[in-house]
């Protein structure tokens, strides 16, 4: 059974950084195409970010050069490093999975809260 | 980046009856479009996948069409369960860009 629990997210200040984690079970990471998925409180669906199984990356224009994706392949455990935090990066990040190809969101996680804020 | 527009932003309906979603996408995607239920405090869930595969577990009275720019998702015989809101996602170019959503209330 396919699995994701995130881990990480918290309160921090402005321009403070922050590392989520996504466990994964079931599946391989490194075989498959891993995404971070935001939401805003009341808000809609962002997508932040994909890796791809070759190890390509892309990213948001709203966190490219601040947010850097990562897998641990021993660990079977997706990363989002994320610096210089903003009040606007306050959201409920999702890791989710894409099994066959780096299109649709077929796995989700029940996400962790990051909250930005002095 | 392409632009994702639902319509409407909410819908008030009654169980047993059918309800349509509209998402239209700035520019042609051809048929690289989900649709996603998402019910209150819950990690959303793919319903529609390719504009009109449905995703393996999802139930036979939704359904989707269209190709190119414009697209629908049709809940056929609504259901207690099916109040939620739905999104559209476009997977035809970076960045991955979802609607605003439409939430299905009860009437």
């Known amino acids: 059974e396919v699995q994701l629990v995130e881990s990480g997210g918290g309160l921090i200040q402005p321009g403070g950084s922050l590392r989520l984690s996504c466990a994964a079970s079931g599946f391989s990471v490194s075989s498959s195409y891993m995404s971070w998925v935001r939401q805003a409180p009341g808000k809609g669906l962002e997508w932040v970010s994909i890796m791809y199984s070759d190890g390509s990356t892309y990213y948001a224009n709203s966190v490219k050069a601040r947010f850097t994706i990562s897998r641990d392949n021993s660990k079977n455990t997706l990363h989002l490093q994320m610096n210089s935090l903003r009040a606007e990066d306050t959201a409920l990040y999702y890791c989710a999975t894409s099994q066959e190809g780096p299109y649709f969101f077929d796995y989700w996680g029940q996400g962790t809260l990051v909250t930005v804020s002095s | 980046d392409i632009q994702m527009t639902q319509s409407p932003s909410s819908v008030s309906a009654s169980v047993g009856d059918r309800v349509t979603i509209a998402c239209r996408a700035s520019?042609?995607?051809?048929?690289?479009l989900a649709w996603y239920q998402q019910k209150s405090g819950k990690a959303p869930k793919l319903l529609i996948y390719?504009?009109?595969r449905l995703e393996g577990g999802a139930p036979s009275r939704f359904s989707g069409s269209g190709s190119g720019t414009d697209f629908t998702l049709t809940i056929t015989s609504l259901q207690p369960e099916d109040f939620a809101t739905y999104y559209c996602q476009q997977a035809s170019s970076f960045p991955r860009t979802f609607g605003q959503g439409t939430k299905v209330e009860i009437k």
């Open positions: 390719a504009a009109s």
């Open positions: 520019q042609d995607i051809d048929n690289w």
